[in-house]
């Protein structure tokens, strides 16, 4: 039983806080280490360090020749009618006539919500992103870029705040047996229920603030 209240600081310590970090070496060439991070970071809010140590944080990034490009994403909603004469076809999605992808002659393509077709013509809006660069520097001057995904780190801590709770739960209803608080037949079943409640909620909410961190290394 001791072991076990010893395993319980290690394992909440191993499971808290987790993440990876990527460098050029673990990749087959640098051009792939890229594209890797493209593929992974492009749509994120990242941190980046730079090799004098100061961060900023900037809602999207690319990698295009040794140049780290900060972007700029911009969603917008538009809305737009066009002539039934103009359609090749209309894929619905499932039994939804409201929303599919409509197909024009002239090879365009929208992904439609709220279709509407009215005699000759077809009402739609539909969603575009915008990509402008706000700055842009040389890959050499970076150290390293990280992101967090917020719900990867929910899982880990879940366990830990069980594992936690349950420890914690056990050691103080053993207290209040010995002690003559709880005379119950089973020491500790209901301080070992509440405080692993309280681990797994307090678990859950400590690994969503604190995620999963994924850090991308150029000149560590």
Known sequence: MKIFYLLIPVLSLYLIGCSSTYK???FPSRDKFYEDFNNSASDKTV???LSND???TNNGVEIVNDT???TNK????LNKKIFLSDIKEIKYSGSNF???LILLKDG???EAAEINIENDTVAFSFTIIINSFNSSLSINKVKEVSYINHWLGVPPSLVS???IGIGTGTILGLILYKSGVDNGYSPGRYEVLGCTAIGIVAGGIWGWLNGYTYTYQFNP
Do not use: A
């Open 47 to 49: 941190k980046i360090t």
């Open 98 to 100: 409201r929303k599919g």
């Open 161 to 163: 705040g069980t594992v």
């Open 54 to 56: 100061s961060t900023f």
């Open 74 to 77: 911009k969603i917008e909603n």
């Open 108 to 110: 365009e393509s929208f």
């Open 24 to 26: 050029v070496s673990d």
């Open 68 to 70: 780290l490009y900060c």
